[in-house]
Structures are given as structure tokens and as C-alpha cells.
């Protein structure tokens, strides 16, 4: 695993809004910004030197060697002006631990510098067999410190 030391390469990403994402009126449907979300997050883990099979197990690894799950329990959307097709986002991720089985990311759209929507996803470590809580996992334990560290913030 190769870890990127620069957060800016893993927290600061780009997006272009497709016409697939806007509906009848020409502006992102609400559902997308959280599709994105989650897509931003995959992303960032991939471009901090975390495959994707380190933390979304499928179906059959559940199975076997993963013992931890990190199912959504909040988030929230607030969209201060219209995203439309061909928009050239900017996106910050802003992770945080919470305590020692949950975090949250706070996401940040900007188009040319101004905020246009501002989304916030809170996850929980569960056991996937028991479905009762657990710590993090070593891997997310890692990228949540170091992005918080990048940050200039101690960590909890």
C-alpha cells in the first residue's frame, strides 16, 4: 500500500456535473450530491493508498476476513445555489473522528470559489455478523488521522 503524504491529493477533488445528474428543471437532483459524496470518499481512500476492497467488502468477504462494516447513520444537505450541467466543482472532504466506532465527513462543493452545497455523512463500525458496534477499522483509523493532521488539528 502506498500512502499519500499530501492531504490536498486526497481531500481536495474535482467534479464536472453530468446531464444524467440534473432533472426536469436543469439543476442536480438531491440524491446525486449524496451519490457523490460517496463517491468523493471512495476516491480520496483510493488516492491515500487504501484500496477499496480494504474497506467496501463484498457480499462473500463479509463472510470471512472483514470484521468491521461502516453502514450510514446520518447525513444532510444543505444546497445554497443551483448546480447545473457542465459545472466544474471543486470538493472538500472534511473528515472527523467522532469517538472510537464512528466518524463523520463534511463535504464542501464550491463552483469558482463559492460554496453551493454543503453535505455532512456520519458512519458507525459495526460487526458485520453481530451488527453491534466496534471500533474502526486500522485502515480508516489511519486516514482519518492523517487528513485531520494535515489539517493542522491534533487528532482525538
Known amino acids: 500500500m502506498s500512502i499519500t503524504q499530501n492531504s490536498k491529493d486526497w481531500l481536495c477533488l474535482q467534479r464536472i456535473v453530468r446531464f444524467g445528474d440534473t432533472d426536469a428543471a436543469g439543476v442536480i437532483h438531491f440524491h446525486h450530491l449524496f451519490r457523490w459524496c460517496h463517491e468523493a470518499w471512495e476516491e480520496s481512500l483510493d488516492q491515500y493508498g487504501l484500496q477499496a476492497i480494504e474497506i467496501f467488502p463484498s457480499s462473500v468477504d463479509m463472510q470471512s476476513q472483514f470484521s468491521t462494516a461502516l453502514p450510514i447513520v446520518h447525513c444532510e444537505a444543505d444546497f445554497l445555489s443551483p448546480i447545473r450541467i457542465g459545472d466544474k466543482l471543486q470538493l472538500t472532504l472534511l473528515p472527523r473522528k467522532i469517538d472510537l466506532n464512528s466518524f463523520?465527513?463534511?463535504?464542501?462543493?464550491?463552483?469558482?470559489?463559492?460554496?453551493?452545497?454543503?453535505?455532512?455523512?456520519?458512519?458507525?463500525?459495526?460487526?458485520?455478523?453481530?451488527?453491534?458496534?466496534?471500533?474502526?477499522s486500522t485502515c480508516i483509523d489511519r486516514w482519518l488521522e492523517a487528513s485531520t493532521l494535515n489539517r493542522g488539528i491534533s487528532p482525538l
Not at 470559489?113 to 453481530?130: E, S
Open 104 to 136: 463523520q465527513i463534511e463535504y464542501i462543493f464550491k463552483l469558482k470559489q463559492k460554496k453551493v452545497a454543503i453535505a455532512l455523512v456520519r458512519h458507525r463500525a459495526i460487526d458485520p455478523k453481530t451488527r453491534h458496534l466496534c471500533g474502526l
